[in-house]
């Protein structure tokens, strides 16, 4: 597959705030391919750089053969937004919405009326869709909100936190949605703090944290940067701090994170650590609620790599 998405170098400085620092990654035509990382990483100041909203203080992006620094306005054609805010007009209906953006991108006549119904219809909202935005719930919006964005058919979809803060029957729309697009030709840049959704849509993964990439590949490529290792998350109550490094300093636990009363532990021998782990925790006087081991997954490559937690 040719490539359709290049980002070399790329660099943005706000003030003091280095946001985004030597950032490079291609994406294949017809992938999607994930930012992965906490907030504040710096995945939305490098899709507005993409999305030509921010200009890059060093650094190159094409998109579609076009150059952000040379051909702006080319490269806008080519894409269709989805920000993380929602960007809809809230005493507007549905189809409002959709007709005026359908018309800042050039749409009329029957072209801009069939465009509008297939979003709405993309959306699951047609029924819905005299109705104004501002009665509708977070998931509705959302869901609109990508509609607005592929009224167009763009070659590349553009999606910034696009779930966040919804009930999970519009977040698996809204996932769905994403794999109808991506089926139909689209090519997907997805930023997500949540390892699931991009363990369940992508292709390639590249993991943020601040404002550098900090391991790239498949889910596979990147399971194997932990190898064999298990993920052991133990629930406590009454932790002390001198716990941990006691818990630390046991033979076996390659790396140990605390999130309020969770802790999680990598290990490649999670059968033998298991009842030294929560004898030492007892022993200081910590109650272990529960316990549970799990293969490799996005959250343990993360620990790995930065030593915390991907939800710190």
């Given at each position: ?128 869709a005299k109705e104004r935005v501002e009665t509708y719930s977070g998931g509705m919006k959302r869901r609109i909100n990508i509609a607005a964005g ?163």
């Open positions: 597959m040719s490539t359709i998405v290049e980002v070399t170098g790329l660099r943005k400085r706000f003030g003091d705030i280095v946001a985004v620092e030597d950032v490079s990654f291609t994406i294949a035509e017809g992938e999607i391919f994930g930012l992965l990382g906490p907030n504040g990483a710096g995945k939305t100041t490098t899709i507005s750089m993409v999305s030509c909203l921010l200009s890059a203080d060093a650094g190159t992006i094409t998109v579609n053969g076009h150059s952000t620094g040379r051909d702006p306005i080319g490269v806008k054609r080519s894409l269709g937004v989805v920000p993380q805010e929602i960007a809809l007009y809230p005493t507007l209906t549905a189809a409002e919405n959709l007709a005026f953006w359908g018309r800042m991108y050039g749409l009329s006549g029957a072209d801009l009326k069939r465009a509008v119904d297939e979003a709405l219809e993309l959306a699951g909202l047609a029924d819905r592929v009224l167009h058919t763009p070659k590349v979809l553009l999606m910034d936190e696009p779930t966040v803060g919804i009930d999970p029957q519009s977040r698996n729309h809204i996932l769905d949605t994403v794999k109808r697009l991506n089926a139909s030709g689209m090519t997907v840049l997805y930023t997500s703090h949540y390892m699931e959704e991009v363990e369940y849509l992508c292709d390639r993964i590249a993991i943020m944290d601040h404002g550098k990439i900090i391991a790239e590949g498949t889910l596979n490529q990147l399971r194997d940067v932990v190898g064999g290792m298990d993920v052991v998350t133990v629930k406590v109550d009454g932790l002390a701090d001198e716990t941990l490094d006691a818990a630390r300093a046991i033979g076996g636990v390659e790396q140990l994170d605390r999130t309020d009363d969770t802790l999680q532990v990598l290990t490649r021998s999670s059968g033998s650590i298991l009842g030294v782990l929560i004898s030492t925790l007892e022993s200081a006087g910590a109650h272990v609620v529960s316990v549970s081991v799990q293969e490799p997954d996005l959250e343990s490559v993360f620990l790995h790599l930065t030593g915390k937690s991907l939800r710190d």
